[in-house]
């Protein structure tokens, strides 16, 4: 039986799916004791959620040391404890997190006198993996504090209330908790780190640049926004992108807006040039023909055109001649 299993059975029979189990003789190591599992049923996806759990624990209750073949992050509410992997020890308290990964041999108690209470979710996926790495976690580096007043116990209690109202929606409550989580962890595990090692902070700002730009060219924005947006002075941001692209942020955006209308151009024929111009963040027309034919020395209309004529020309040539 999995650990998905054994958690999820302790909701009972009852038809209550989150259930609370008060613990007196000690069996569970838990004073209280709830979970809810993920209505809806893992096949293989990119990332899924498996189930979440609240627990008040008995002073000293061990787990392990053990095996776990699914992700479990913790988030310590109260109390303290000792978490321990192959390569570490850790004493955590009030606002920690740890994460168990798959394959990892771990073991974890809670405090002689200061028994934790913490909170925890379980996670699995294809793409798993890799959104931890992102985060920052390592097997050599699996823990972090986020302080007590971090949003992770909320959005955990979310998790678990959405999982036991058992609707199709909480499976995408519950993914949303989980990236707000591995945000946070990234925060603090992250500090100090650039995004990829040996790449220059130069050269991260103009990729930054070339994001915000082919992700708002449809709108209006100018390149004093996308300054604001980013947090850095006009002035410098237009420096160094020439000196990374060899084209000032103005012609890039402008050339940007002009490519994907050609595709709109092609794709999209029941437009009108109105339209496509609207839809590249130029709402002026007659300036958008006028920037259109600057750059392919051609109407928009008369492009269009072209690119109908040859698409047409190459259907006649494909039929058979006695077929024409």
């Not at 999995?2 to 909701?11: L, P, V």
């Not at 913490?118 to 294809?126: D, N, P, V």
């Not at 972090?144 to 929606?169: N, Y």
């Not at 209308?261 to 092609?266: A, G, I």
Request: hydrophobic share 35%.
């Amino acid at each position: 039986m999995t650990e998905q299993r054994k958690e999820a059975s302790k909701t009972g029979a009852t038809g209550d799916p989150i259930k609370q189990i008060p613990e007196t003789s000690g069996k569970s190591g838990a004073l209280s004791y709830s979970v809810a599992s993920n209505p809806v049923y893992y096949e293989k996806g990119a990332l899924h959620v498996l189930f979440a759990g609240a627990s008040q624990t008995l002073p000293g209750h061990a787990l392990g040391p053990k095996l776990y073949d699914y992700y479990l992050l913790h988030y310590v509410e109260k109390g303290a404890g000792t978490f321990r992997t192959e390569l570490h020890t850790y004493d955590l308290s009030a606002g920690d997190c740890f994460l168990i990964q798959p394959g990892q041999l771990v073991s974890y108690q809670s405090h002689a006198r200061h028994p934790w209470q913490y909170r925890w979710m379980a996670f699995t996926g294809s793409q798993a993996a890799k959104h931890i790495e992102e985060a920052g976690f390592r097997p050599e580096k699996s823990v972090f504090h986020a302080g007590p007043s971090c949003g992770i116990s909320d959005w955990l209690s979310v998790m678990q209330t959405a999982f036991a109202e058992r609707k199709e929606s909480s499976h995408f409550t519950s993914l949303g908790t989980l990236y707000m989580i591995l945000a946070e962890a990234q925060n603090h595990l992250s500090q100090g780190q650039t995004l990829i090692p040996g790449e220059s902070s130069i050269r991260r700002t103009v990729k930054q640049m070339i994001q915000y730009m082919s992700t708002q060219y449809a709108y209006p924005v100018s390149i004093e926004q996308m300054s604001a947006s980013l947090g850095y002075n006009r002035a410098y941001l237009s420096r160094i992108f020439k000196q990374e692209t060899g084209l000032s942020p103005v012609t890039y955006l402008l050339k940007l807006r002009i490519d994907k209308s050609r595709q709109l151009l092609r794709e999209r024929p029941d437009l009108s040039i109105e339209q496509v111009s609207a839809s590249v963040g130029l709402p002026d027309a007659l300036y958008f023909s006028k920037q259109f034919k600057r750059f392919h020395g051609e109407a928009p209309s008369l492009y269009r055109e072209n690119i109908l004529n040859r698409s047409l020309h190459q259907a006649t040539r494909q039929v058979p001649p006695n077929q024409r």
